[in-house]
């Protein structure tokens, strides 16, 4: 993505952080224990969001700063925790000391950083053997109404980092499955908090909402149901620093 509209689409949630702390899905236990292991670390949650992974990281035992480049969503997640340190910044530059971290963390993050940029950062913030360990949720397609779902918002599929030789270790890859309670105004509730629509035109927009919503009506699965879950595969990646 070009640095213009990587930059637009990255800034573009702060009007909806309310919506976006509120729809976004949680991450499962056992991914954050494959990522990060048993015992605490010092965690920087990088591009945090409005710290829905930050909430799990400290309800794990990490002891996490939270950094976040949008001013709308970091006051959210300042609010959400007052107790975590939530310093301005991004991936690019990160206002912390070298080798001060024993892991870096991305939670459905990494795919708005400048690569070139982000991947020495991360370095320079951990220490000898520190971990960065990105993780994405992606709908799983295998469910037929989900896939039709993919084909009225587009594909959300996973590009695995490719780091630096020289900076970290091979990366490793684990996916988890799991599910959040949905229905159909949580879906499109979901479908507002994203990117692509919040940088949308109106009509496309109306159009998005309306083919959702045409979806919950029709599909035999979801037709005439109040609840059921929206599945999720989650992708986790871990590597350490040389």
Sequence with gaps: MEPEKRDRHRLSFGPAADLYDEVRPSYPAEAIDWMLGPASRKVVDLGAGTGIFTRQLVAAGHDVLAVEPDPGMRAKLAARLPGVATPAGSAESVPLPDASVDAVVAAQSYHWFDPAVAHPEIARLLAPGGVFAPIWNH??????????????????????????????????????????PSSPDLLVALIRSRSYYLTSAPAERDRLESEVWQLCATHPDLRGRDRFPMPYLTSAFRAARR
């Design 139 to 180: 709908r799983d397609n295998e469910i037929d109404w989900v896939a039709r779902l993919t084909e009225i918002v587009g594909s959300e599929a996973v590009v695995p980092p490719e780091l630096p030789d020289e900076l970290f270790e091979p990366m490793q890859r684990a996916d988890f499955r799991h599910e959040v």
